[in-house]
């Protein structure tokens, strides 16, 4: 039984509203998440984009009640990562054809999807999810959600089959895009942030680096998302959720992290730092590495780099 997201914040239906004397349509404190459903206006706003994606999923759960959720929808309930708020609720149809309504598009299944249940909501299995989502997401995103179904399969003593999966789905629609995610996947990355920068860094022409190698430094021991041993040169992918969203916890991490990476620094020739925007901006990557002694051993996959293009971030 997989554990399922829980709505980031209160969701009420109409009903509940005015059962504590709160009349949704004139109340400014409420937000309308969906026909029927609302939620606290000032939860609402402070939520992230993907926080607020799992609690539109939620409210879709409430108002059209049995339905199997898939794709980003799915990826949600399961915490998988989700990238900014998708603008769809996902549904699975078996039998039916694929639909739209509103910000809902119901999907047809080509070949079969596991489908699990949990605290009263249906929705693809997350292996099932991760292959659907390695077909459509670019490949960067896709890799992230691979990297992190692996790392819980992993820790439950499974595995994902990828070609298995595949093929009792019966459809041809990505079958590159999957097949480069299936053989890039690894569940020893630990955030999308890092994922992406993998492939990024792959498709720069750098050599691989080995992933969360451990340096005792002065009586700690301190973790490098990137090392590449020969130029003795590690590297830090931050953002996407590094840091706590509470203000003086996040001061506190950044001491830790100031301290730890000077440690680093007395340790390797250098150490290179990127954000996420780096990641997908590609070029300050690129000079990033290059800035750290680093260099291309392969010719840059321009047409791979161009898919990152539409996820620039916006300006």
């Known amino acids: 039984m997989p554990l399922i997201h829980p709505s980031p914040i209160i969701l009420l239906t109409s009903r509940d509203a005015e059962a504590i004397s709160r009349r949704p349509s004139d109340d400014p404190s409420l937000v309308r998440v969906r026909h029927g459903v609302y939620a606290g206006l000032a939860e609402w706003q402070a939520l992230a984009p993907w926080n607020r994606y799992l609690a539109r999923v939620h409210a879709a759960a409430m108002s059209l009640g049995d339905v199997v959720f898939s794709h980003e929808s799915a990826a949600a309930l399961l915490g998988l990562p989700v990238f900014g708020e998708p603008a769809h609720i996902h549904l699975l149809d078996e039998t039916g054809h694929t639909r739209r309504f509103g910000d809902v598009i119901v999907h047809s299944a080509t070949g079969h999807r596991d489908i699990e249940g949990s605290a009263g909501l249906s929705m693809t299995s997350l292996a099932d999810t991760t292959v659907d ?43 590159r895009r999957l097949q480069w995610v299936a053989e890039n996947a690894t569940p020893v990355a630990e955030s999308p942030g890092e994922s992406v920068s993998r492939a990024v860094i792959g498709w720069l022409g750098f050599e691989a680096p080995e992933l969360q190698v451990t340096f005792a430094v002065e009586g700690f021991v301190d973790r490098c998302d990137f090392f590449w041993r020969h130029q003795n040169v590690a590297g830090e992918s931050d953002g996407y959720g590094k840091y ?42 690129d000079q990033k590495l290059h800035a750290a002694g680093l260099r291309p051993v392969t010719r840059r996959n321009e047409a791979a780099l161009a898919t990152m293009w539409a996820l620039r971030p916006r300006r």
Do not use: F, M, N
Not at 151 to 166: C, F, K, Y
Not at 256 to 272: F, G, N, P, S
């Open 133 to 175: 989502l390695a077909r459509l997401l670019p490949p960067a995103y896709g890799l992230a959600v691979a990297d992190a179904a692996l790392r819980r399969l992993e820790s439950e003593g499974r595995v994902l089959a990828v070609d298995e999966i595949a093929a009792r789905q019966r459809t041809t629609r990505g079958a």
């Open 244 to 285: 706590p969203a509470d203000p003086a916890l996040a001061r506190a991490a950044l001491l830790l992290e100031k301290k730890r990476e000077d440690r680093l620094r007395r340790r390797l020739d250098d150490l290179a730092r990127w954000d996420w925007d780096d990641a997908h901006l590609v070029e300050p990557l």
